[in-house]
């Protein structure tokens, strides 16, 4: 079994490191992301290259919760 991590960039985009496989919502495996060994994965919403992080976060001044927050109720 192969290692793969997810870390939550601050203010910034999802980092996976370790080789996986990227499927579109209809089971497609995307064919610009499967099988590197990074992927950075848009968290603010205006990358023109979804799902995937152009850096559009930084000029946008994206900014988020970067730790675990406990549910209410």
């Known amino acids: 079994m192969s290692d793969v991590s997810i870390t939550v960039?601050?203010?910034g985009p999802y980092l996976i490191r370790g080789p996986v496989?990227?499927?579109d919502a209809d089971g497609n495996e995307l064919a610009d992301g499967s099988?590197?060994?990074n992927?950075?994965?848009?968290?603010?919403?205006a990358s023109d290259?979804?799902?995937f992080c152009d850096g559009t976060h930084a000029r946008i001044g994206f900014m988020s919760?970067?730790?675990?927050?406990?549910?209410i109720g």
Do not use: F, H, I, Y
């Open 39 to 45: 992927l950075a994965l848009c968290r603010c919403g």
């Open 21 to 23: 496989t990227l499927l």
């Open 65 to 71: 919760a970067d730790v675990s927050v406990e549910p």
């Open 9 to 11: 960039r601050t203010a």
């Open 35 to 37: 099988g590197k060994p």
């Open 49 to 51: 290259n979804k799902p």
